[in-house]
């Protein structure tokens, strides 16, 4: 007797897909170029610190607010918007917050003091931070499961790219105009470009169908099976479920879910995001203050800095390639760590000017390895209620700690201790959040989404 043939559910299909750059291509680009514009923003931070400091004759404490301000509105963002994406959708959650974004790196623009600036800069990061926990849960759930990992690793492609034209092009700008509004202006009209191509993404079905929307979660199941042209047989969708209305009591009660799911991959999840994303970011913000203070002239800092990140686009490319082949855990292991020993080498030899740009650079290739690796590897350690929930909450522990980067980095850790100190004691950081994983959180690589 042959035993019957159990119908795939609609999940199942979507990540069963062929891939198609015109389908699933093209929210992956959509999507990029949100991420860009993250990248951008968080990069502009290093260089207005320098140019306010002159321009309002600010103390380096001082200073030190045009960077946190700006991250830690990125942390609350990527806390909240991760939760409200699980509730409202990924689609509708991107859309906000790229015009909350806008609005007011705008009105940041035109501000006269240093405290009305850091409050737009704060409202400005909100927006933004929510693009990257909203991004990676769409892109990842549109992308088919075997394409998965290099999709969502190649994602972190757009970072180096946004770094680096933010690099140019304030170089650029500074050397034509010489006033940093205009370093804020350039980027209303690329957010509000991304903003308006958003509308025409359809939402994701993995999350219609756990939101109980199942007319919806069909039609967009039925668009991607027509449009890559796959041949599927029967598939079913799950019975409707009541869809939760959005309160402070639901994203309470999605990050104590993070912790009911597993504390331990939770756990792994926030020190990885908190160690890395430490270290990257602490370089970030202040390396072209670090260059103009050895005597770098103003654009040769900031032009070494874009060299920093552009060369993360070959970063990104090796991991790529590795992700699937060596699995996400090895390449964390090694690349999480010798990404701070390249900061400690550079520190020690920032006398020697090639030498020191020769291990900026390989601080950039590394640190951009890890970086695509961890954002995928996290936003596979969870069930798809709380994917954006669980990766937007990482985001934010590491947004926190970036946020504090400017103010203790800036004005304790650097001038108490040495670079080369610093940067050891945020490497020695990263090695115990990479021990903890390899004990602690499975390997994703190849599993199927839940």
Request: aromatic share 12%.
């Amino acid at each position: 007797m042959s035993t019957p043939t159990v119908p795939l559910t609609g999940d199942h299909v979507v990540q069963e897909l062929p891939w198609r750059w015109r389908v699933q291509g093209s929210i992956f680009i959509i999507g990029g170029l949100g991420f860009m514009f993250d990248a951008w923003d968080v990069t502009l931070n290093g260089f207005l610190i320098p140019l306010l400091s002159k321009e309002w004759g600010l103390s380096t404490g001082q200073a030190a607010w045009i960077g946190t301000a700006n991250l830690i509105g990125m942390a609350v963002g990527a806390f909240a918007w991760g939760s409200i994406a699980d509730v409202i959708g990924r689609k509708k959650a991107f859309t906000l917050t790229l015009l909350i974004f806008s609005l007011f790196t705008v009105l940041g623009a035109f501000s006269n003091e240093i405290v009305l600036f850091c409050v737009f800069r704060f409202l400005a990061g909100f927006g933004l931070g929510g693009c990257i926990p909203v991004d990676y849960a769409l892109v990842g759930e549109f992308t088919p499961r075997k394409h998965r990992g290099r999709v969502l690793t190649a994602m972190d492609a757009w970072w180096p790219i946004g770094a680096t034209l933010c690099g140019v092009v304030s170089a650029a700008l500074m050397a034509s105009f010489g006033n940093w509004r205009y370093l804020m202006l350039v980027m209303v009209l690329p957010a509000l470009l991304v903003f308006w191509v958003r509308v025409g993404v359809p939402e994701s079905p993995l999350y219609l169908v756990r939101a109980g929307r199942p007319a919806e979660a069909k039609a967009v199941i039925n668009t991607l099976i027509e449009r890559t042209g796959a041949q599927v047989g029967p598939w079913t969708l799950p019975d409707p479920v009541a869809v939760p209305k959005l309160s402070f009591a639901k994203v309470t009660d999605q990050l104590a879910g993070l912790w009911r799911f597993n504390w331990r991959v939770t756990g792994v999840a926030w020190s990885l995001f908190l160690t890395i994303l430490l270290v990257y970011y602490g370089a970030l913000t202040w390396m072209p203050s670090i260059l103009v203070a050895t005597g770098y002239a103003q654009n040769k800092a900031f032009m070494a800095t874009a060299s920093m990140t552009g060369i993360g686009l070959l970063g990104v490319v090796a991991a790529a390639l590795l992700v699937e082949r060596v699995g996400r855990k090895w390449l964390l292991a090694i690349t999480g760590p010798l990404s701070a020993l390249s900061l400690v080498i550079f520190a020690l030899l920032l006398e020697a000017p090639v030498a020191a740009q020769l291990w900026l650079l390989v601080f950039g290739f590394v640190v951009q390895v890890a970086i695509p690796v961890l954002y995928t590897y996290v936003s596979e350690l969870y069930p798809t209620h709380l994917r954006a929930t669980g990766f937007g909450w990482a985001s934010t522990v590491s947004r926190v700690g970036a946020g504090l980067v400017p103010l203790i980095f800036g004005s304790l850790l650097w001038p108490l201790l040495g670079l080369p100190l610093t940067f050891a004691i945020t490497g020695a950081l990263v090695v115990l959040a990479v021990l903890w994983m390899a004990r602690s959180a499975p390997e994703t690589k190849g599993a199927a989404l839940n």
